[in-house]
């Protein structure tokens, strides 16, 4: 599982300009989400570091991070256990989610009526939208939740909200989707990924009510994929999703 966990998450390829305890903490919360490491589970530091080729040094700074996000939590002389999220935590993450994103996607795309700066902003969002879009064709799940993540936040922070932004980023890491996996063996991130075109259609198109109901049916329909994947349930793809 080491090698697995080391090729997977990339440390390598990240931004060198990052703190190591960054890279290898960005690499923890890939390992999390694509369900490398699971829930339950308790790792050391010097094992992680020894997976990941790096000292434990950074990998115990980089754990500590985490369990102030809430992804882990210190157990006494063994090192970290994964937490668990339970499917009432979800719920509650994505209705503020849902909270904040879809009104601020209103009033984004309210915004790109009159102003032509943001609808190139909006534009310049496209190729996010297609990465989104090929890393799921590829089964490459980190660059299809790297792409997802940064595609989110950049449209929110057109806002001009930092503290929106860094709340909704939080929110991302701690509802972590580590069973994405199943839904990508079932071919369902496709259809997902295929969303965010849709919704930068609505949004440079100014329609701000299309937008808001692309964005809560995004958000809902990743949720509920997710729990019915979690609990083994036959998930299908809706008939018309290949055309989105």
Same mark, same amino acid.
């Given at each position: 599982?080491?090698?697995? @966990?080391?090729?997977?998450? &990339?440390?390598?390829?990240?931004?060198?300009? %990052?703190?190591?305890?960054?890279?290898?903490?960005?690499? $923890?919360?890939? *390992?999390?989400?694509?369900?490398? $490491?699971?829930?339950?589970?308790?790792?050391? +530091?010097?094992?992680?570091?020894?997976?990941?080729?790096?000292?434990?040094?950074?990998?115990?700074?980089?754990?500590?991070?985490?369990?102030? %996000?809430?992804?882990?939590?210190?157990?006494?002389?063994? #090192?970290?256990?994964?937490?668990?999220?339970?499917?009432?935590? $979800?719920?509650?993450?994505?209705?503020?989610?849902?909270?904040?994103?879809?009104?601020?996607?209103?009033?984004?795309?309210?915004?790109?009526?009159?102003? *032509?700066?943001?609808?190139?902003?909006?534009?310049?969002?496209?190729?996010? +939208? %297609?990465?989104?879009?090929?890393?799921?064709?590829?089964?490459?799940?980190?660059?299809?939740?790297? +792409?997802?993540?940064?595609?989110? @936040?950049?449209?929110? =922070?057109?806002?001009?909200?930092?503290?929106?932004?860094?709340?909704? #980023?939080?929110?991302?890491?701690? =509802?972590?989707?580590?069973?994405?996996?199943?839904?990508?063996? &079932?071919?369902?991130?496709?259809?997902?990924? &295929?969303?965010?075109?849709?919704?930068?259609?609505?949004?440079?198109?100014?329609?701000?009510?299309?937008? %808001?109901?692309?964005?809560?049916?995004?958000? #809902?329909?990743?949720?509920?994929?997710?729990? &019915?994947?979690?609990? #083994?349930?036959?998930?299908?793809?809706? +008939?018309?999703?290949?055309?989105?």
């Amino acid at each position: 599982m080491g090698d697995r @966990l080391k090729l997977r998450t &990339r440390i390598t390829t990240l931004p060198t300009q %990052e703190r190591l305890s960054d890279r290898v903490a960005h690499a $923890l919360r890939a *390992a999390l989400i694509s369900g490398e $490491l699971r829930p339950g589970e308790v790792h050391s +530091a010097p094992g992680l570091a020894t997976r990941f080729g790096v000292s434990a040094t950074p990998v115990r700074e980089a754990m500590l991070e985490l369990a102030r %996000e809430g992804l882990v939590e210190p157990v006494r002389n063994k #090192g970290f256990r994964i937490t668990e999220v339970s499917e009432r935590d $979800l719920d509650q993450y994505t209705q503020l989610r849902a909270l904040i994103e879809v009104p601020t996607v209103g009033a984004v795309t309210g915004s790109s009526v009159t102003d *032509a700066a943001t609808r190139r902003q909006l534009e310049a969002l496209r190729p996010v +939208a %297609e990465e989104i879009v090929t890393s799921a064709r590829d089964h490459d799940l980190i660059g299809y939740l790297d +792409a997802d993540r940064r595609f989110h @936040l950049s449209l929110l =922070s057109l806002s001009g909200n930092d503290r929106l932004v860094e709340t909704v #980023g939080d929110l991302r890491k701690r =509802s972590r989707l580590y069973g994405l996996t199943a839904l990508d063996e &079932r071919g369902l991130l496709v259809a997902s990924a &295929r969303e965010h075109h849709e919704l930068l259609d609505l949004m440079v198109a100014g329609d701000a009510a299309g937008a %808001e109901a692309c964005m809560a049916r995004h958000l #809902g329909h990743v949720r509920s994929l997710w729990a &019915r994947s979690r609990n #083994g349930a036959d998930v299908s793809v809706p +008939a018309d999703a290949g055309d989105r």
